[in-house]
């Protein structure tokens, strides 16, 4: 399957400091989605993006689609404790009969310290 | 409108036993995606169904491993004659279509002792 490479593996930030973290691939994607994983749940999306050059915010998220098509990142401003958690990017590959076309980073480690 | 079920939320068998893994995805959803998660490690896919056909098991172990997702009931995931090396939680997917963002279920953590 494709390799994402998504950077930093893990992080430990104060309460209130912005966050970011990336993914980039050697192959062209053409969507590009941030999930979010609690301890014990399963992944939640929270930002998808679909077009090179996107930039798509949700509350304090902010998510851009790299113009090159081969990367993207995620911003966290003014982090809460509730921002812990696992966040995994994903990206799609152009439609290919009968395989799966969406691949998952390795995730971010995200601790924020009260 | 419920999300994605999973069920058992949590599982325990013996080494050689088998493991059924339940998803019904979420209404109107017709594609589902199995992914294996192992401690502190990413998402590995496993398998991709769409009513009553495989259209990508490139993940899933040729042995011991099948999945299924009939035309009525949720899609089920199969390990027979288990070992410690499944112990893992494993999410399932779903999703209207194949080119739009999958919603997943909170996992079946199935442990084999």
């Known amino acids: 399957g494709q390799q994402l490479n998504q950077s930093p593996q893990s992080m430990f930030i104060q309460e209130g400091e912005d966050v970011s973290m990336n993914c980039t691939s050697s192959?062209?994607?053409?969507?590009w989605l941030w999930y979010k994983q609690d301890p014990g749940e399963g992944p939640v999306l929270l930002i998808a993006?679909?077009?090179?050059?996107e930039l798509t915010s949700n509350g304090r998220l902010t998510a851009q689609f790299g113009i090159t098509r081969k990367d993207s990142f995620l911003n966290i401003s003014a982090s809460i404790p509730s921002d812990v958690g696992i966040y995994f990017c994903?990206?799609?590959?152009?439609?290919?009969?009968?395989?799966?076309?969406?691949?998952f980073g390795t995730g971010t480690r995200l601790t924020v310290i009260p | 409108n419920a999300g994605v079920m999973q069920n058992p939320r949590h599982l325990v068998r013996r080494r050689g036993q088998e493991a059924r893994l339940r998803c019904s995805p979420m209404?109107?959803?017709?594609?589902v995606y199995w992914y294996r998660q192992l401690p502190e490690e990413g998402l590995k896919f496993m398998v991709y169904l769409q009513k009553e056909n495989i259209i990508d098991e490139s993940g899933m172990p040729k042995e011991r491993f099948s999945a299924e997702f009939p035309k009525e009931g949720p899609s089920i995931l199969r390990i027979q004659q288990v070992v410690r090396g499944d112990s893992a939680a494993y999410f399932c997917a779903s999703s209207p279509s194949r080119e739009q963002g999958y919603t997943f279920g909170s996992g079946t953590r199935l442990t084999v002792v």
């Open positions: 993006l679909y077009k090179a050059g």
């Open positions: 209404k109107g959803h017709s594609h």
């Open positions: 994903a990206g799609r590959t152009p439609y290919q009969t009968g395989a799966n076309n969406l691949f």
């Open positions: 192959s062209i994607f053409n969507t």
